[in-house]
């Protein structure tokens, strides 16, 4: 990052990622089952890939209700 100045200072957006992760199963105590848990995680990782290309979380996830689940990928 010294001589790139593109390059982030510190790793804080993968230490954001895990923090929901954290806050979720403190508010709610545990996840109910390992499912749940997977569940929760691929959609918190669809909206956190969304949200870095610049796509709004709801735009993202009303698009892969209606089957285009790849416009974070475009």
Same mark, same amino acid.
């Given at each position: 990052?010294? $001589? =790139?100045?593109? #390059?982030? +200072?510190? =790793? =804080? %957006?993968?230490?954001?990622? %895990?923090?929901?992760?954290?806050? $979720?199963? $403190? #508010? /709610?105590?545990? +996840?109910?089952?390992?499912? &749940?848990?997977?569940? !929760?995680?691929? *959609?918190? /990782? !669809?909206?956190?890939?969304?949200?870095?290309?610049?796509? =709004?979380? +709801?735009?993202?996830?009303?698009?892969? %209700? %209606? &089957?285009?689940?790849?416009? *974070? +990928?475009?």
């Amino acid at each position: 990052f010294i $001589k =790139n100045l593109c #390059v982030p +200072f510190d =790793n =804080n %957006l993968a230490e954001r990622d %895990l923090r929901m992760i954290k806050v $979720k199963t $403190k #508010v /709610s105590g545990c +996840f109910r089952s390992e499912e &749940g848990a997977q569940e !929760y995680l691929t *959609i918190m /990782s !669809y909206i956190g890939t969304a949200h870095k290309h610049g796509i =709004n979380a +709801f735009t993202a996830i009303r698009e892969a %209700l %209606l &089957g285009n689940s790849d416009i *974070i +990928f475009n």
